[in-house]
T-cell receptor, first 108, second 112 residues
Framework: KNEVEQSPQNLTAQEGEFITINCSYS?????LHWLQQHPGGGIVSLFM???GKKKHGRLIATINIQEKHSSLHITASHPRDSAVYIC??????????FGTGTSLTVIP | NAGVMQNPRHLVRRRGQEARLRCSPM?????VYWYRQLPEEGLKFMVY????????ESGMPKERFSAEFPKEGPSILRIQQVVRGDSAAYFC??????????FGNGTRLTVT
């Protein structure tokens, strides 16, 4: 069993839709990252969270430490949001564990 | 302020050759992580290093793979006697403790 589980694995949405990607983890963590990977491209860190909620443009990330759960929301989705979104948790000892990613396709 | 620099971007090696992948972390970062992404798969942790120390190499194959992060210079991931199954994208990331993780653009290794 993976320490980090993401859902859904694949997601197709119409442009403008509100999107939610979920991440659950089973270990104690000091921080959680949401990463974005475009096809054939590099990986960008979108958020680092240890509690509460963060917002950047149309992206919102939340974390519930007690429930060991985080969500990434995209409002007013756009085709350029099409990418793989990866949840990564930082354990004590600075070890990162990754979810397998959610592949998002936004259709115009 | 340069980000994480990886080179080469693409590397082609024949079976049995050695591959050396380089990673220069962001300025001020002393934590370096190496990850491998096989085709159609997610990121898999390989090794975590701090300057001159390997902290966790639990994700590294026991043979042929080694990593270092010397006091001066980039971190190096070395793969000896490459095989076709080593073909993958190798990503390096750096951080400074609990800080945002910054990734390089990866090195795409192809073994022919």
């Amino acid at each position: 069993k993976n320490e980090v589980e993401q859902s859904p694995q694949n997601l197709t949405a119409q442009e403008g839709e509100f999107i939610t990607i979920n991440c659950s983890y089973s270990v104690g963590i000091s921080a959680l990252h949401w990463l974005q990977q475009h096809p054939g491209g590099g990986i960008v860190s979108l958020f680092m969270l240890s509690s509460g909620k963060k917002k950047h443009g149309r992206l919102i990330a939340t974390i519930n430490i007690q429930e060991k759960h985080s969500s990434l929301h995209i409002t007013a989705s756009h085709p350029r949001d099409s990418a793989v979104y990866i949840c990564a948790v930082l354990r004590t000892g600075n070890q990162f564990y990754f979810g397998t990613g959610t592949s998002l396709t936004v259709i115009p | 302020n340069a980000g994480v620099m990886q080179n080469p971007r693409h590397l082609v090696r024949r079976r049995g050759q050695e591959a050396r992948l380089r990673c220069s972390p962001m300025k001020g970062h002393s934590h370096v992580y190496w990850y491998r992404q096989l085709p159609e798969e997610g990121l898999k942790f390989m090794v975590y290093l701090q300057k001159e120390n390997i902290i966790d190499e639990s994700g590294m194959p026991k043979e042929r793979f080694s990593a270092e992060f010397p006091k001066e210079g980039p971190s190096i991931l070395r793969i000896q006697q490459v095989v076709r199954g080593d073909s993958a994208a190798y990503f390096c990331a750096s951080s400074q403790g609990i800080s945002p993780l910054h990734f390089g653009n990866g090195t795409r290794l192809t073994v022919t």
